[in-house]
């Protein structure tokens, strides 16, 4: 079992910044990927952003590409993702996760991973 809470979100206005942060107890932290997912109101969860392991590969939906930036500590058993340039379309409550994608496109979908976090509310005012 892996154990993963997320903090950090909170309200900005449109174009703020903030820091997600993930942090990960339970089994070995660089077993697995990481990915963050988001879900806004009436809405499906949607592939946000996601690192390998070793942080050797990372994966950005086109919707944040060049905006938000995934990154991971090992030895602090953490994984985060900074958001810049943020939108009012952002605005949803963001998802840690944890899973060993078999493939690619594994890593953008919500069946590559196997423990999710409890979620933090992300709010953008226009």
């Known amino acids: 079992q892996v154990q993963l809470v997320e903090s950090g979100g909170g309200l900005v206005q449109a174009g703020g910044s903030l820091r997600l942060s993930c942090a990960a107890s339970?089994?070995?932290?660089?077993?697995?990927?990481m990915g963050w997912f988001r879900q806004a109101p009436g809405k499906e969860r949607e592939f946000v952003a996601a690192i390998s392991w070793s942080g050797g590969n990372i994966y950005y939906a086109d919707s944040v590409k060049g905006r938000f930036t995934i990154s991971r500590d090992n030895a602090k058993n953490r994984v985060y993702l900074q958001m810049n340039s943020l939108k009012p379309e952002d605005t949803a409550v963001y998802y840690c996760?944890?899973?060993?994608?078999?493939?690619?496109?594994?890593?953008?979908?919500?069946?590559?991973?196997?423990?999710w976090g409890q979620g933090t509310q992300v709010t953008v005012s226009s």
């Open positions: 339970g089994r070995t932290f660089n077993n697995y990927a």
């Open positions: 996760a944890a899973g060993n994608p078999k493939a690619r496109i594994y890593y953008y979908s919500r069946i590559g991973y196997d423990y």
